[in-house]
């Protein structure tokens, strides 16, 4: 089965200063990659996504890179602010539109003031 | 715009009880997912349903079964419940397509075993 990685697990950075979160995913054949953003005791609500025919998608602050031959994605937030605070998990699927996300194990975005 | 709604929200059971979790997805999304999150964990995805039918099958313990009704939502029966299956409980819902299409959470349901 696919199985994600995410680095790194915990990252802390200035308010106004850029994050950058990475994911590796083992099954070539995946597809379709989002990104959740999650604060404690609530529902993962999508931030961005892409798709396995594009390399790159913006939106606004948010950006996410997609590199198929090495097998991995990057999210990237610029300009931090303190509610970019939460949990951020990359996921990645297979096959049809319904089958289950595989999640990485998350990474815990903290930004300082 | 109405989202996926879950219920009950909050469950407290007894070891060996049995649960059950109900799920209704957005209104014209055709698939339902079922996902298992621990304390400071990633979801883990349990089992997904299209139309009706079973789709995909992730790490659904064999004590619990789902199904998806002709209305589209959806039952999660958790039996003889042990302590570890203590965890929020997320079901999410999409609009199935030639292309994966972006599934939308529900609240979840937090499920204590005492």
């Known amino acids: 089965g696919e199985n994600v990685e995410q680095h790194p697990s915990t990252l802390s950075v200035q308010e106004g200063d850029s994050a950058v979160i990475k994911c590796t995913y083992s099954?070539?054949?995946?597809?379709?990659f989002p990104w959740y953003k999650q604060e404690l005791g609530k529902r993962p609500q999508l931030i961005i996504d892409?798709?396995?025919?594009?390399g790159e998608k913006k939106d606004q602050r948010i950006a996410v890179t997609l590199n198929k031959t090495a097998k991995h994605f990057s999210l990237h937030i610029t300009e931090t602010q303190p509610e970019d605070s939460a949990v951020y998990f990359c996921?990645?699927?297979?096959?049809?539109?319904?089958?289950?996300?595989?999640f990485g194990k998350g990474t815990h975005l903290i930004i300082q003031p | 715009a109405a989202g996926v709604i879950q219920s009950p929200r909050h469950l407290i059971k007894e070891k060996r009880e049995t649960a059950t979790l109900k799920c209704y997805p957005i209104?014209?999304?055709?698939?339902v997912y079922w996902y298992q999150q621990g304390p400071g964990q990633d979801p883990q995805f349990l089992i997904s349903?299209?139309?009706?039918?079973?789709?995909d099958k992730g790490s659904i313990p064999d004590r619990f079964s789902a199904q998806q009704f002709s209305d589209y939502h959806s039952e999660l029966n958790m039996s003889s419940l042990e302590l570890g299956d203590s965890a929020l409980y997320f079901c999410?819902?999409?609009?199935?397509?030639?292309?994966?299409?972006?599934?939308?959470f529900g609240q979840g349901t937090r499920l204590t075993v005492v």
């Open positions: 999410a819902s999409s609009l199935r397509g030639y292309l994966n299409t972006e599934a939308f």
């Open positions: 099954d070539s054949a995946s597809n379709y």
């Open positions: 892409i798709r396995s025919n594009v």
């Open positions: 996921a990645a699927t297979t096959g049809g539109g319904a089958d289950g996300l595989t």
């Open positions: 209104p014209r999304h055709d698939t």
């Open positions: 349903f299209y139309e009706k039918m079973q789709s």
